[in-house]
């Protein structure tokens, strides 16, 4: 019975359930199902139809994170994700997977499956090249971040959306594993050991750097900006060439623009560290981590680009129109770009939830020279924050450290 109780699904289970609630399979459809998560937190059930050939993607949140029993997470995300979505594919519907039913019993929503994609980080990896990552993301983020802002909504619309996304659990976990605890000897981080003695002297030790990580994470939890995604890294994102889908954002709320622009760059650099450690022969190398410096650089750009375009095209709250206001608008989501993707860098490499681009370089002192790196870069994105203002300007901090 799926309609007084939430409890997890099973695999059998989820197939009685696309049985028994989804519109979507045919009456004699013979359905198989494979939970494929590879998250912590929820289980994706992929369900096809071998007789027709329909297949869908069912998400459930499960009751508590399975990352830690520290964090336990209302099942709430999952009517979070699924409305965002909905509000992503209105205005974004070419990276933005469709959804079907949301059912607050079990927590669970269904949705496109994107099974002939492949998520990014594992393809970035293997060092396949996407020319049009950088258009697609930057039109992504230009759309959802401005026009879920105050600067073009009417203001008691947003402030109900503020209300309908308020997310303090997810939240939370953001201000502890992005914005306190890598800037401290937390138990719970994982330090690569050869990367400890880097790790004390220059994160731990620099009060300087500390005290802006205290500001930011109080800018993160008070600026209710725009809708963010809130976890816009190289694993919530479906990729294959010439198209891009941007999943899992359960953890949206109302926060800075420049947070989501500041994830998609530090894996980027995530993404140049493993190849330039990685990569033996000298032409594939250069061929990778050029086209890494290259998206960076276009992230910027066109996200400029796109956000002035629609900023002129979109009807503005009057105030907005003022001389100069653009350009401290501007500035400012720079700024918190610049930020961000210093702190992405640096929990990725002290806090406990790792990335995979970093993890296999199997060599110890590769690893070591790429984490002190990442790190080196994120100080300068965090102390400098408001000097980095075109692509070019992050892309030689890149290249000057590494
Ligand atoms: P989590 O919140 O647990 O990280 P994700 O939404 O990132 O969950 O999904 C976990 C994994 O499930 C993805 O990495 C991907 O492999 C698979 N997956 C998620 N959504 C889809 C989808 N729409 N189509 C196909 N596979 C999906
Ligand atoms: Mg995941
Ligand atoms: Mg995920
Ligand atoms: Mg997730």
Known sequence: DFSTEYFTMNEEQAIEYAKEKLDFFKQDAEL????????????VFHIVDGKYGDS?????????ARISDEFKLSPDRNRIESDILKIQYE??????PKTYQYDPVMNCFAMEDLSDYEIMRSALIKHEIFPDFADHITTFMAKTLLLTSDVVMDHKKKKDLVKSFINPELCEISEDLVYTEPFYNCERNEVFPATRPF????????DVLRLETAKLKFEFMTNAQSLIHGDLHT???FIKQGATKVIDPEFAFYGPAGYDIGNVVANLIFAYANGQATIKEEAKRNEFTSYILQSIEDVIDLFKQKFGKLWNETDMELVATYDGFYEYYLNNILKDTAAVAGLELSRRIIGLAKVADITSIEDESDRQQAEENCLTV??????????????ADFVSLVKKVF
């Open 56 to 64: 869908i993607i069912l998400k459930q949140a499960g009751p508590v």
């Open 91 to 96: 205005y974004v519907p070419d990276h933005t």
């Open 378 to 391: 994120a100080k300068y994105f965090i102390l400098e924050r408001g000097q980095y203002k075109t692509g």
């Open 32 to 43: 198989t199902c494979k939970e494929i998560g590879d998250g912590n937190l929820n289980y």
């Open 235 to 237: 694993g919530s994102v």
């Open 199 to 206: 790790v004390e002297k220059e994160i731990w030790a620099d």
